[in-house]
């Protein structure tokens, strides 16, 4: 079975600062990856993905990915955080072998100090 | 924008209702997921439809079901509703379940509360 997770349940980073996110994942074949981004009351928007290939993604907003299979990470970055980057990220692991389900982590609030 | 759309966007209902929300996936998508979100916790599959036919489910009890129509609008039907059903449902559309366009795409959500 598929499991997410994501160790910080919220960051604090100033504007300007870097930030990284941590995505740990579980599945046994080479899973599809994805990071989502959620404002309060929205849908999800998805960042980035990552299927095969590169194991340095980048993503809309400036974010960028890396997928390391030795660690079943991909965690997400951004150099330098803007006030509108303050939302609810969630990265997701997919598979066809599944069905093509997405399982969600718990997500990670990151709030942006000014 | 992503072409997706959800209806309605809010909706109260009592405990023991019924319930029928609605999605209108992106044109050309065979597949529409649905997903719930409690507060506070990542969205969790309930099931998927290719081609109007359930194709995946999450673990959610029978009470629990969809249909999907050829015109690329889905419905998720919950009856007996209760209070743990309160929470963002979302749906989701992608190109063909079986191919290599396996992006999902979501709409903006319809947020239920039971009383």
């Known amino acids: 079975a598929q499991s997410v997770t994501q160790p910080d349940i919220h960051i604090t980073v100033s504007e300007g600062a870097s930030l990284e996110l941590r995505c740990n994942y579980s599945y046994g074949a080479t899973p599809y990856l994805f990071w989502y981004v959620q404002s309060p009351g929205q849908g999800l928007q998805l960042l980035l993905k990552?299927?095969?290939?590169?194991?340095l993604v980048q993503g809309i907003k400036g974010f960028e990915a890396e997928f390391k299979r030795s660690q079943s990470s991909f965690n997400l970055r951004k150099p330098s955080v803007h006030w509108s980057d303050a939302a609810e990220y969630f990265c997701a692991v997919g598979a066809r072998a599944a069905g093509n389900k997405l399982t969600f982590g718990g997500g990670t609030r990151v709030l942006v100090k000014p | 924008e992503t072409g997706v759309t959800q209806s309605p966007t809010h909706l109260i209902k009592t405990r023991g209702q019924q319930v029928t929300l609605r999605c209108s996936s992106q044109?050309?998508?065979?597949?529409v997921s649905w997903y719930q979100q409690a507060l506070g916790q990542g969205p969790q599959f309930i099931f998927q439809y290719y081609r109007e036919e359930e194709n995946g489910r999450g673990n959610f009890p029978p009470r629990f079901s969809g249909l999907q129509f050829p015109n690329y609008s889905s419905e998720l039907n919950v009856n007996a509703l209760e209070l743990d059903d309160s929470a963002l449902y979302l749906c989701?559309?992608?190109?063909?379940?079986?191919?290599?366009?396996?992006?999902?795409?979501f709409g903006p959500g319809t947020r239920l509360t039971v009383t």
């Open positions: 990552y299927f095969s290939g590169d194991t």
């Open positions: 044109s050309g998508h065979n597949t």
């Open positions: 989701a559309s992608s190109g063909d379940a079986a191919g290599l366009n396996y992006e999902q795409y």
